[in-house]
């Protein structure tokens, strides 16, 4: 930012700064590549993580659509009550 911005542009008041400051961080967070996404822009980064999230809800082994617990296996009794000491 220092670089690109701050020491290239000479801002009429501190409104324009404002401005001029916005755009380029709107610019910057949303259309340049980075390299800590491999090169991607962030918008085009957010679209394919997306996509990568959503697609295995379309699909019948989806976790979402198994049993939240798992059946009680044989030989357990789920219904026991404590036993009072004494």
């Given at each position: 930012?220092?670089?690109?911005?701050?020491?290239?542009?000479?801002?009429?008041?501190?409104?324009?700064?404002?401005?001029?400051?916005?755009?380029?961080?709107?610019?910057?967070?949303?259309?340049?590549?980075?390299?800590?996404?491999d090169y991607e822009t962030p918008a085009g980064?957010?679209?394919?993580?997306?996509s990568a999230i959503a697609g295995p809800a379309?699909?019948?082994?989806?976790?979402?659509?198994?049993?939240?617990?798992?059946?009680?296996?044989?030989?357990?009794?789920?219904?026991?009550?404590?036993?009072?000491?004494?």
């Amino acid at each position: 930012m220092r670089d690109e911005l701050l020491n290239e542009t000479m801002f009429r008041n501190l409104a324009h700064a404002r401005v001029v400051i916005a755009v380029w961080a709107a610019d910057f967070n949303t259309e340049r590549p980075h390299s800590a996404l491999d090169y991607e822009t962030p918008a085009g980064y957010a679209r394919v993580v997306s996509s990568a999230i959503a697609g295995p809800a379309t699909r019948d082994d989806n976790p979402a659509r198994r049993a939240i617990t798992q059946p009680t296996l044989i030989g357990v009794n789920s219904n026991r009550t404590p036993v009072a000491a004494g």
